[in-house]
């Protein structure tokens, strides 16, 4: 199993930026499918952002062109960077690695809040 902490929730104000990190415990390269999902209230849990095994992002239409998902290998470690926030990002954001088939490691989740 591999542990995945994120960090760097919080609030943020309508137009502003944050970013997120996820370290992983493990080797986040040649790996099926890294991720960042959210989960606001009331709503299921969506693909925000990801990177295929191709090392091909991908972002969900929503934040095409203000979110960037990004990783650092030698640090195991994944980013989203968050522009232009609106208040409808408003969400827990999920870290997801699937390092092969049938295998699912998910994050604790980072609680952002995006408000005037």
């Known amino acids: 199993q591999v542990r995945l902490v994120e960090s760097g929730g919080g609030l943020g104000q309508p137009g502003g930026s944050l970013r997120l990190s996820c370290a992983a415990s493990q080797r986040i390269f040649n790996v099926y499918d890294v991720a960042w999902y959210r989960q606001a209230p009331g709503k299921r849990r969506e693909r925000v952002a990801g990177?295929?095994?191709?090392?091909?992002?991908n972002y969900a239409d929503s934040v095409k062109g203000r979110f960037t998902i990004s990783r650092d290998n030698a640090k195991n470690t994944v980013y989203l960077a968050m522009n232009s926030l609106k208040p409808e990002d408003t969400a827990i954001y999920y870290c997801?690695?699937?390092?092969?088939?049938?295998?699912?490691?998910w994050g604790q989740g980072t609680q952002v809040t995006v408000s005037s």
């Open positions: 997801y690695l699937k390092r092969e088939p049938f295998d699912d490691n």
């Open positions: 990177i295929n095994s191709r090392g091909i992002e």
